[in-house]
Each structure stands twice: as structure tokens, then as C-alpha cells.
T-cell receptor, first 111, second 113 residues
Framework: DAGITQSPRYKITETGRQVTLMCHQTWSHSYMFWYRQDLGHGLRLIYYSAAADITDKGEVPDGYVVSRSKTENFPLTLESATRSQTSVYFC??????????FGPGTRLTVT | ELKVEQNPLFLSMQEGKNYTIYCNYSTTSDRLYWYRQDPGKSLESLFVLLSNGAVKQEGRLMASLDTKARLSTLHITAAVHDLSATYFCAVARSTGTASKLTFGTGTRLQVTL
């Protein structure tokens, strides 16, 4: 089924470990985004990408790395996970500077 | 820095009542969004407001935008239990390569019988 998917949906990892969250969309949208959702903060933009090989920082990029070698994939890597990165992560995509469509989310717990 | 404030943060209302959620933002923007989120779920787009005076309605929800006041409202008419969810407004800023969204903290709506 077409759309935007995220994997894994749930992840528990230990402090200091590297973890990668995957995002895949089948619409060939140019723009892709990563947000984190924390109670009391709404959603905050981590990184975004306007096209393959073009990425830029959002509001809270520290501790995260992204890449986009293919239009349909936008992985988010936590290089050395910390407890403060426990959150729900949402990926989104957009065909233009217009409406963003959100994936189902990944709930990440760092112990 | 763009700041987006929503109020109230939590709203408990009886079925059949009317209420309004407010979204204030601090700098000029070219578009504003309203999203709905059910517990444990993703965000569902409700409305996109593109210009001053824009009003959109879907069922019991109506959204409006006043760009001069930097204010958007989401009005709920004759609430029903199915409207229980968290509602977010998000303000867009175009940066040349993408439209970045800044979200409000959300309003958790609970509609009681």
C-alpha cells in the first residue's frame, strides 16, 4: 500500500548505543522531515530534506544525523543515544512547500 | 524565532456544547495548519489556511485565520465524543528549500457525555 512508513514502530535501546530510525515514502515526494514529539513541546523539527543529498538542520538537531541518498528514504541516526532522546519520532513528507503527510511514528525509549 | 502558543492546553467539555481553541503566533507566516492526533496515533491534517480571513469548515469544526492579529481559532460546535483528541496548530515558514512547521503544544480535548 502506498504511503509513508516508519520502522521500527517501537525500539528500546541503551544509553550510548547507535540507533537508526527508518522512513520510507512511496509518493516520490521531494521534501521529507523528521520531528520528535514530547509532552509539553508539541512536535519539534529535527532535520529536513528538500531532495536527495540535500539536508538541513531544524530546531533540535544536536545528537542526530540524517542522510538521503534516495528520494524515498530518509533515515535518522542517533549516534550515541541519551535518555533525553526518549521520544516519539515522526517522519513526514511533502510534494511541495505545502501540506505534510505524517508517518505512524516510532516510539523510542533509551534506558 | 517563531513561537506558537495554543490555549487552552486541556479542555473538558460536555457533549452538545460549543468551544474555541486559540492559536497565537509571533511572526509573519504564509500558512497555518490544524492537525488532529488520537492517542498513540499519527497526525491527521484537518485544515490548511492560506490567507487573511480564511475560514474553513468540516463537520462540527471550523477554523479561521487572522494574519494581522497572528491568530487562528478552531471552533467546535455541538461537540460529540468522537471529537475527543489532541489538536495542534502549526505555522509554516518558507526557507527557500522547504516549508518548516512550528507546532503549538497542543490542546487535549475531552468530550464527556
Amino acid at each position: 500500500d502506498a504511503g509513508i512508513t516508519q520502522s521500527p514502530r517501537y525500539k528500546i535501546t541503551e544509553t550510548g548505543r547507535q540507533v537508526t530510525l527508518m522512513c520510507h515514502q512511496t509518493w516520490s515526494h521531494s521534501y521529507m522531515f523528521w520531528y520528535r514529539q514530547d509532552l509539553g513541546h508539541g512536535l519539534r523539527l529535527i532535520y529536513y530534506s528538500a531532495a536527495a543529498d540535500i539536508t538541513d538542520k531544524g530546531e533540535v538537531p544536536d545528537g542526530y544525523v540524517v542522510s538521503r541518498s534516495k528520494t524515498e528514504n530518509f533515515p535518522l541516526t542517533l549516534e550515541s543515544a541519551t535518555r533525553s532522546q526518549t521520544s516519539v519520532y515522526f517522519c513526514a513528507s511533502s510534494a511541495s512547500s505545502y501540506e505534510q503527510y505524517f508517518g505512524p511514528g516510532t516510539r523510542l525509549t533509551v534506558t | 524565532e517563531l513561537k506558537v502558543e495554543q490555549n487552552p492546553l486541556f479542555l473538558s467539555m460536555q457533549e452538545g456544547k460549543n468551544y474555541t481553541i486559540y492559536c497565537n503566533y509571533s511572526t509573519t507566516s504564509d500558512r497555518l495548519y490544524w492537525y488532529r492526533q488520537d492517542p498513540g496515533k499519527s497526525l491527521e491534517s484537518l485544515f490548511v489556511l492560506l490567507s487573511n480571513g480564511a475560514v474553513k469548515q468540516e463537520g462540527r469544526l471550523m477554523a479561521s485565520l487572522d494574519t494581522k492579529a497572528r491568530l487562528s481559532t478552531l471552533h467546535i460546535t455541538a461537540a460529540v465524543h468522537d471529537l475527543s483528541a489532541t489538536y495542534f496548530c502549526a505555522v509554516a515558514r518558507s526557507t527557500g528549500t522547504a516549508s518548516k512547521l512550528t507546532f503549538g503544544t497542543g490542546t487535549r480535548l475531552q468530550v464527556t457525555l
